[in-house]
T-cell receptor, first 115, second 112 residues
Framework: AQSVTQLGSHVSVSEGALVLLRCNYSSSVPPYLFWYVQYPNQGLQLLLKYTSAATLVKGINGFEAEFKKSETSFHLTKPSAHMSDAAEYFCAVSDWDTGRRALTFGSGTRLQVQP | DGGITQSPKYLFRKEGQNVTLSCEQN?????MYWYRQDPGQGLRLIYYSQIVNDFQKGDIAEGYSVSREKKESFPLTVTSAQKNPTAFYLC???????????FGSGTRLTVV
């Protein structure tokens, strides 16, 4: 079964600093990979997705992620944090081609942005 | 605009009662999903349906039931057998191919 590991349940950065949220997945074949953001009491908003095209994926709000097959990683970055980036972030994998056609999520990383 | 509507946003029920959460989509997606979210545990899959009149158990199906009589609708019933039903419930749908998932805004269920 697929699994997703997000290292660090809480990450705190200063406004303007680099944001790095880590995600590793387990899969024998390159899956589809996603990053979502969630604000309190709301649903999930898609930030970006990897679907086997370019390995560097650009998303909304200045976020990007790089798919590294050799490291089974899909870390999320943003060069300069903004106060509005404070939220919870989820990495997810879809093993659509292997049969279970549902997203498997990591446990989430709560990002705090200090002024 | 196309999207997923979950209702109600907040739901309170007494212990031992069944309750049904609504999920409707107008995206013409074949697949629909229910997730449960608890603090610090991410989202866990309850049930999913790839096509009308068919659905599969996810990782935490015990105490829940679903139906898929229409393409647009995938209601979730939380039964009295669910030992700890207080949680945030999210519904999602996806297009064929698995590269696009859309989420509803969630229902927060509190059992008192």
């Amino acid at each position: 079964a697929q699994s997703v590991t997000q290292l660090g349940s809480h990450v705190s950065v200063s406004e303007g600093a680099l944001v790095l949220l880590r995600c590793n997945y387990s899969s024998s074949v390159p899956p589809y990979l996603f990053w979502y953001v969630q604000y309190p009491n709301q649903g999930l908003q898609l930030l970006l997705k990897y679907t086997s095209a370019a390995t560097l994926v650009k998303g909304i709000n200045g976020f990007e992620a790089e798919f590294k097959k050799s490291e089974t990683s899909f870390h999320l970055t943003k060069p300069s944090a903004h106060m509005s980036d404070a939220a919870e972030y989820f990495c997810a994998v879809s093993d659509w081609d292997t049969g279970r056609r549902a997203l498997t999520f990591g446990s989430g990383t709560r990002l705090q942005v200090q002024p | 605009d196309g999207g997923i509507t979950q209702s109600p946003k907040y739901l309170f029920r007494k212990e031992g009662q069944n309750v049904t959460l609504s999920c409707e989509q107008n995206l013409n997606h074949d697949a629909m999903y229910w997730y449960r979210q608890d603090p610090g545990q991410g989202l866990r899959l309850i049930y999913y349906s790839q096509i009308v009149n068919d659905f599969q158990k996810g990782d935490i199906a015990e105490g829940y039931s679903v139906s898929r009589e229409k393409k647009e609708s995938f209601p979730l019933t939380v039964t009295s057998a669910q030992k700890n039903p207080t949680a945030f419930y999210l519904c999602a749908s996806s297009s064929t191919g698995g590269d696009g998932y859309t989420f509803g805004s969630g229902t927060r269920l509190t059992v008192v």
